[in-house]
């Protein structure tokens, strides 16, 4: 469970990935196919638990650090401690968007990111098993072994999709990790269930700050609610979407863990891994998960050479979050479309085809716009990149008259209609008609993975798939998405 602080600030996507340059394109080792992993369906007499076994390869070195576990990197004066649930959903929305960043500063993702091309966004990390197969192991009901950065926890937990966990892989759930076992869930969803925060965040002093909700069971078809048969009765109970805040009893034996709106794109957690998988599998986005540890006398975390060979015992599939978080890149969903407007026509100086289209961060509510003078019958349109707050020149031109599309990142949310249309403008180098003159956003020079990701994620928006793109960075991330650049 690796859920984030939730009292001083949320980071926005851009601000989390923006160390994210691109490296140097590296040899990548072949990828070893990794077995099917925990059938948690499967009645086969012939298999113990329903596994299947494989041999995967030992992990690279630089997973094998030992680093401890959930030790706080910047510690901070706190007010009174105590058990103090928040009171209303709104406050649990509050909390949540008040909290402070766990990105790239405490080293969560950019190490494993960093030794990987930027022009690669789908071959898993040497060694480990492809996000794509591991959801189709979640949809057909199955666990898989999630593995976080050796920057951060250095641990492995055993993920499955709430709705469709039996009772065996409950069981073995409970066997082979710490027992606590967890759902991450999103915030709206614990919201209708009247699950507040297990503590105040600014009273959370756990390592991690694991949004923590109040413990449940489910009230109907159990007893003491601490069996693994009756764990996953709850489990399943939290992951339908039918279930109602009074179908469960407080406390129980199930820790439901508030995820980030943003998921591992927001912050690279356990919680939110969880919730991401189960989303993009096609189930319930509620995300079964409990820390793998050794079986020994002392019952320590399992690092990654322990997770491997646990992996290899037990037919397991195992997966990166850093490599979660590429294939979100790469599939999204990153934006909510507002849709297309015709009040840039004229100020754009393009002719009656420009129109404007606005976006807006699925996480973090930021706003990105499209201005479009292209149509599908005009072949590669030139590309030109701006973002408000980063120094640099621009990325792309466009010539007057000629086909072209421009992505405006970070535009300020205040601006809207005729001044949108004036910061457009600006931007492109031309004067608004009629409108106040604009700050312009300055250009791109080096972007990074986030900000071609929301380029890329945007032209395939508006239906363009092949553009003229000068740099040759730039055009390489953007070839990770699928889209065609030429020089």
């Known amino acids: 469970p690796h859920s984030p602080p939730h009292d001083s600030f949320v980071p926005s996507w851009h601000a989390l990935v923006l160390a994210w340059s691109p490296a140097p394109a590296v040899p990548m080792a072949a990828v070893v196919p990794c077995r099917r992993p ?9 298999t113990a638990h329903g596994l299947r076994g494989a ?42 968007t008040a909290a402070p960043p766990e990105g790239l500063a405490s080293g969560a993702v950019g190490a494993s990111l960093a030794a990987l091309p930027a022009s690669d966004l789908e071959t898993p990390t040497p060694g480990f098993a492809s996000i794509a197969a591991a959801l189709a192991a979640i949809a057909a009901g199955e666990l898989v072994l999630v593995l976080d950065s050796e920057d951060r926890e250095n641990e492995g937990d055993l993920i499955g999709a709430a709705d469709r966990i039996t009772t065996r892989a409950t069981a073995f759930l409970v066997r082979h990790t710490s027992g606590v076992v967890c759902v991450g869930m999103r915030g709206a969803d614990l919201d209708r269930l009247r699950l507040p925060l297990m503590v105040h965040s600014a009273e959370n002093e756990e390592g991690l700050y694991t949004a923590f909700t109040v413990t449940v069971d489910a009230r109907h078809g159990i007893t003491t609610g601490i069996s693994a048969e009756e764990r996953g009765i709850t489990l399943r109970a939290l992951g339908n979407p039918a279930t109602r805040a009074q179908d469960l009893r407080r406390p129980g034996h199930i820790f439901p863990l508030r995820a980030r709106p ?74 909510a479309d507002g849709g297309a407007g015709e009040a840039a026509q004229v100020a754009l100086g393009w002719g009656p085809r420009a129109a404007v289209r606005v976006f807006t961060s699925l996480a973090d509510g930021s706003q990105h716009v499209l201005v479009c003078a292209a149509e599908p019958g005009d072949g590669a349109p030139a590309l030109a990149l701006r973002r408000g707050d980063v120094a640099g020149g621009a990325a792309g031109a466009l010539a007057p008259g000629a086909p072209g599309v421009a992505v405006l990142l970070d ?38 993975l986030m900000q071609a990701a929301l380029t890329a994620h945007m032209l395939r928006a508006a239906g363009i798939h092949s553009v003229r793109v000068a740099e040759e960075g730039l055009a390489a991330m953007l070839r990770a998405h699928g889209l065609d650049c030429r020089g």
């Open 262 to 335: 943003g998921g591992v794109l927001q912050r690279p957690g356990h919680t939110e891994a969880g919730v991401d998988l189960t989303l993009l599998a096609g189930c319930f986005p509620a995300g079964a998960l409990a820390e793998v540890v050794n079986d020994d006398e002392d019952g320590t975390m399992a690092r990654a050479p322990q997770l491997a060979e646990f992996a290899a015992r037990h037919g397991l599939l195992r997966i990166t979050i850093a490599d979660l978080v590429r294939y979100r890149l790469r599939h999204g969903p990153l934006l």
């Open 411 to 448: 535009v300020p949310r205040q601006l809207s209609g005729r001044r949108l249309e004036a910061y457009a403008a600006a931007a492109l180098g031309r004067a608004a008609p009629g409108v106040g003159a604009a700050a312009a956003p300055v250009g791109v020079a080096a972007p990074n």
């Open 55 to 96: 041999t995967l390869p030992p992990c690279r070195p630089s997973h094998c650090a030992s680093t401890p576990s959930r030790q706080r990197a910047h510690p901070r004066p706190r007010p009174c401690s105590g058990f103090r649930a928040t009171s209303s959903p709104e406050a649990e929305a509050a909390a949540v």
């Open 38 to 46: 925990l059938a948690v369906a499967s009645s086969s007499p012939s």
